[in-house]
């Protein structure tokens, strides 16, 4: 893949699993409208992924593009039969417009950024090294998002490992860490809390109110890490020779996308606040001043750094377009099968996902925290956790007045569940997708869908239960 890839891909994950300003709206369809059948694509998509590397892995590594294009089809060419060609074009152009490119767009800038930065020298994986790594990654991550801080940390890691037999448990841990945990303290973190922010939040709330339970997280994740890594560090013994030895002192090549990586910050953040007041009506979609100005300025970011960086860099990177290709591809299907699913979640107690409305809320019509944290949690295990984030913000009454002070609870449930829990799944966070493809990429056997299920709801869910009782009762 090329830079030619920049207009032809859409958002996520996230974002990025970055910190994406993008979602306001999960789409213009009008979920209360909706029977529960328009979500069987969505899960088709996901049981494609799921299933079809396990079951046919030649056929999947081969027509991943063209098996995600027919279930775009089997849910956008019906909806075209029932609500017209309009109906379907408004939706296809909102997710294109709106969502896709804007995604794509800022995962490339900081694909391409991070992948330009190459760690001189070389780290030996012990679990000492690996747990420094995650840490400074999970730091990173409420600086320049978990996309950023994933796509920076991941090949240190990876290459400090390398003469290791067992490594896929080092980029899961990774995953949970640094691609979703460690973006819990500004909305720089993770799309959820920017969405947040420009809601009414304040900058500093979620560093706050999130502080105790991000420190427990990461630190337990790290604790369990390290003694899981310790075990397999001492059971292979004498390691081979490594393939990347001591040759060089640290230092870095490709600094100057450490520069480019604070314009991509500067960039999105300006979107975000700067609101000029002008728009332009694009096929039903609308296409805002400071959104445009964002894009066309990541792109310039894009082009600067293949131009500016150093070939030696990208080459000791083994930097490789296939990895942002699989996201493009199959994300653009995920977020458009998704369209329907997030419209009947928005529509609340009038759409087909009532009974989600009705448990998260008490017999005396007050959130329940708790079920805050687990149902924007799971749903944010699947779905984009930027509008499901917005859906359950409006849920508990949407004031970002009353949310950071009579309803702190809640909010934090709301933030920390969308957060943290984009961990649960591959495509629950547009890094976790990015730092398994990349690591598959480089040799790594990385588990299945459902394998990685396994290692998060080992892990994940019962320190998820532990903070449930200790701070979302």
């Known amino acids: 893949m090329s830079i030619s890839l920049v207009p032809t891909a859409r958002r996520a994950a996230c974002a990025a699993s970055l910190f994406l300003p993008l979602l306001a709206r999960a789409s213009e369809i009008d979920g209360a409208g ?57 939706a296809f152009m909102h997710t294109l417009l709106g969502e896709y490119l804007p995604f794509v767009i800022l995962l490339t800038a900081l694909f391409t950024t991070a992948g330009g930065i190459y760690v001189r020298g070389n780290l030996h994986g012990s679990p000492s090294t690996n747990c420094t790594l995650m840490a400074v990654g ?19 890691l990876i290459r400090a490992n390398d003469n290791r037999k067992h490594t896929a448990h080092v980029v899961v841990f990774f995953i949970f860490i640094v ?19 420009l809601q009414g939040v304040e900058f500093g709330w979620t560093f706050k109110h999130l502080l105790p339970e991000t420190l427990f997280l990461v630190g337990a994740l790290l604790a369990i890490f390290f003694v899981l890594d310790g075990w397999y560090y001492r059971r292979e013994g004498v390691l081979p020779q490594d393939p990347t030895p001591d040759t060089q002192k640290l230092g870095l090549l490709g600094a100057i996308n450490l520069l480019l990586l604070g314009a991509v910050v500067a960039l999105v953040l300006m979107s975000g606040l700067w609101k000029p007041g002008l ?4 096929a039903g979609t609308e296409v805002e001043l400071q959104s445009l100005v964002r894009d066309l300025g990541l792109i310039a970011v894009t082009v600067l750094s293949m131009v500016l960086t150093p070939a030696t860099a990208r080459l000791a990177n083994q930097f490789s377009w296939a ?30 996902f009532s009974a989600v409305v009705n448990a998260v809320t008490g017999p005396d019509g007050q959130p329940l925290p708790w079920a805050y944290f687990w149902f924007s949690g799971l749903l944010s ?11 359950f913000f409006n849920l508990a009454g949407g004031d970002p007045q009353v949310l950071m002070t009579v309803l702190a609870p809640t909010l934090a449930a709301v933030s920390a569940g969308s957060v943290y829990m984009g961990a649960n799944s591959y495509i629950g966070n547009a890094p976790n997708f990015m730092v398994k493809a990349i690591a598959e990429d480089r040799g790594i056997r990385m588990p299945s ?3 990685y299920m396994l290692w998060s709801g080992a892990v994940l869910l019962p320190l998820f239960a532990v903070m449930t009782f200790i701070w979302f009762r």
């Open 381 to 391: 295990s699947f779905l984009d956790n930027a509008p499901t984030y917005l859906v």
């Open 323 to 352: 990895p942002m290709q699989e996201v493009a591809k199959l994300f653009a299907a995920i977020f458009l099968t998704m369209l329907p699913v997030l419209a009947m979640l928005k529509a609340g107690a009038a759409g087909p």
């Open 279 to 282: 728009a332009w009506d694009v």
């Open 138 to 156: 999970a730091v990173l991550a409420s600086v320049m998002g978990t996309t950023g801080a994933s796509m920076l940390m991941v090949r240190p």
């Open 449 to 451: 869908f459902f394998g």
């Open 179 to 197: 691609s979703n945990a460690g973006g819990s303290l500004t909305p720089l973190g993770d799309p959820p809390l920017f969405l947040g922010f």
């Open 34 to 90: 909706l029977s529960a059948w328009w979500a069987l694509p969505f899960a088709g998509m996901l049981l494609s992924i799921a299933l079809l590397p396990l079951l046919i892995p030649h056929v999947w590594h081969h027509h991943f593009g063209k098996i995600a294009l027919g279930w775009a089809l089997a849910f956008i060419a019906p909806f075209a039969a029932v609500f017209g060609l309009g109906a379907a074009g408004a």
